[in-house]
């Protein structure tokens, strides 16, 4: 017999009923547009965008969302910043694109290389998959090797290289793999070394594949994971990679100015021999980039260099994102207060709701770092994504569309985040919609199944 959900029904009728321009959007763009949608609740539509300011979005019915994606986490101030904007209008009055080098590069390299641990050089690329795509391949020139090391739970771009997963249940010591989904080459699995995140086993595999490894690639935060207590083996994990001599790339994509304007590498005091950077950085603009040590990244300057590789893109350092950029990453470094702002507010947040499902014995946690946090919908311990069951998924999908319908946009990877915009009563209203939220979850009895 179907479990009754007067709640969960009642949400997504309103849901539903509110978004009629949503749906007819959705109705025509599937005729004519095929492209993934990170849809985040069980509606027969999605809902599309208009507009946003500050931590809050409007769907195309003019409904308002206090928004905890903000870009996949790439707008720290907020959106339509006004620094941002101002920095935009002034670039395009003087043209926005020229193909070669412009004046407009300098500034921001200069901000990456003095905010980031690491950065001896950089190099510009227009998205993160790019950055992690070309370090990659840096790292195979520079090595002559050609098998790169990557960890359970990660995300490293869409670029076939970082198409894998560990195959659920698989020991430790010797993980499965799996290509996410179909186009990728099965050549490449033997490339590619799975290695247990946050698990001795990794450093086994680390030295018994030393001769052969390119790089080791690991992310600042595990996005799907966000862990507080990384560090330990993120250094840990530095140590072994240079007593084997092999590169170790610490992919700062999403936590590269935003978990702290130094990054993982600044919070977790680690300093890779690589990093790759992308969202933050553009201010809201496509971009990417690489940075490191010197005598790695000169395999950069053409491939007349020693063990020189190709790179390249008609809009990589386009003026555009350059200003933008510069404009939100000057305004962070002259403003090291929003991260302090930022981490209060995580923390705060994290606090209540998980304190709330203790005192209610509800089933659900919420890991973050800093700004960045992920609901699981479990009460067994979280330490990486092989301790993760789904048993609780039509909890967390219901979870999400009462959040919706209160006003809280939370993407579809459930990977949240908050910026500076998010003020005190913005995260007493998401303490309040995330609580309230769970309470119908466990009133429909949605945790038993």
């Given at each position: 017999m179907t479990q009754a959900t007067p709640r969960l029904d009642a949400a997504r009728a309103a849901m539903i009923d509110k978004t009629p321009k949503c749906r007819k959007i959705a109705d025509e763009r599937a005729e004519i547009l095929n492209s993934g949608l990170a849809a985040n609740l069980e509606m027969p539509h999605p809902i599309f965008l208009e507009g946003g300011r500050g931590c809050r979005v409007w769907?195309?019915?003019?409904?308002?969302?206090?928004?905890?994606?903000?870009?996949?986490?790439?707008?720290?101030?907020?959106?339509?910043?006004p620094v941002i904007y101002n920095a935009l209008v002034e670039r395009a009055d003087k043209g926005w694109m020229f193909g070669i080098h412009t004046t407009?590069?300098?500034?921001?390299?200069?901000?990456?290389?003095?905010?980031?641990?690491?950065?001896?050089?950089?190099?510009f690329c227009n998205t993160g998959s790019e950055a992690t795509m070309y370090a990659i391949r840096a790292a195979r020139g520079f090595s002559g090797n050609e098998k790169i090391a990557v960890f359970d739970g990660f995300y490293h771009g869409a670029h076939d290289y970082g198409m894998w997963a560990a195959v659920p249940g698989t020991p430790p010591?010797?993980?499965?793999?799996?290509?996410?989904?179909?186009?990728?080459?099965?050549?490449?699995?033997?490339?590619?070394?799975?290695?247990?995140?946050?698990?001795?086993?990794?450093?086994?595999?680390?030295?018994?594949?030393?001769?052969?490894?390119?790089?080791?690639?690991?992310?600042?935060?595990?996005?799907?994971?966000?862990q507080p207590e990384a560090g330990e083996f993120l250094r840990e994990l530095r140590q072994v990679c240079s007593e084997s001599g092999v590169l170790?790339?610490?992919?700062?994509?999403i936590t590269g100015f935003?978990?702290?304007y130094g990054g993982?590498?600044?919070?977790?005091?680690?300093?890779?021999?690589?990093?790759?950077?992308?969202?933050?950085?553009?201010?809201?603009?496509?971009?990417?980039?690489?940075?490191?040590?010197?005598?790695?990244?000169?395999?950069?300057?053409?491939?007349?260099?020693?063990?020189?590789?190709?790179?390249?893109?008609?809009?990589?350092?386009?003026?555009?994102?350059?200003?933008?950029?510069?404009?939100?990453?000057?305004?962070?470094?002259?403003?090291?207060?929003?991260y302090e702002h930022m981490t209060r507010s995580g923390e705060r947040l994290a606090a209540a709701v998980n304190g709330f499902c203790e005192q209610r014995q509800i089933p659900a946690q919420m890991k973050h770092v800093n700004s960045m946090f992920h609901m699981?919908?479990?009460?067994?311990?979280?330490?990486?994504?092989?301790?993760?069951?789904?048993?609780?998924?039509?909890?967390?999908?219901?979870?999400?569309?009462?959040?919706?319908?209160?006003?809280?946009?939370?993407?579809?990877?459930?990977?949240?985040?908050?910026?500076?915009?998010?003020?005190?009563?913005?995260?007493?209203?998401?303490?309040?919609?995330?609580?309230?939220?769970?309470?119908?979850?466990?009133?429909?009895?949605l945790f038993t199944h």
């Open positions: 769907d195309a019915d003019g409904n308002e969302y206090i928004d905890t994606s903000v870009g996949f986490g790439l707008h720290i101030l907020g959106h339509r910043h407009a590069q300098m500034e921001l390299a200069t901000l990456l290389a003095d905010g980031i641990p690491c950065a001896e050089r950089v190099v010591e010797n993980l499965g793999k799996v290509a996410l989904g179909h186009g990728i080459p099965k050549a490449l699995a033997d490339l590619t070394v799975m290695l247990p995140y946050r698990h001795p086993a990794a450093f086994d595999l680390i030295r018994k594949h030393a001769g052969e490894l390119a790089l080791v690639m690991v992310e600042g935060v595990q996005s799907s994971n966000p170790f790339m610490i992919d700062e994509v935003r978990v702290a993982a590498q600044e919070i977790f005091d680690v300093k890779p021999d690589l990093a790759t950077y992308g969202k933050a950085i553009g201010g809201g603009m496509p971009v990417g980039a690489i940075a490191g040590r010197a005598d790695v990244m000169n395999v950069f300057t053409g491939l007349a260099a020693d063990r020189g590789v190709f790179s390249g893109g008609t809009f990589s350092g386009n003026p555009l994102t350059m200003a933008a950029g510069a404009a939100a990453i000057g305004y962070a470094k002259a403003h090291p207060e929003i699981f919908f479990q009460a067994e311990t979280v330490d990486s994504m092989r301790d993760v069951h789904d048993r609780h998924k039509i909890a967390e999908k219901a979870f999400y569309l009462h959040a919706l319908n209160r006003g809280v946009l939370v993407p579809g990877t459930q990977r949240a985040f908050l910026c500076n915009a998010h003020e005190d009563a913005d995260v007493d209203r998401l303490i309040e919609v995330f609580t309230t939220s769970l309470e119908d979850v466990q009133a429909d009895g």
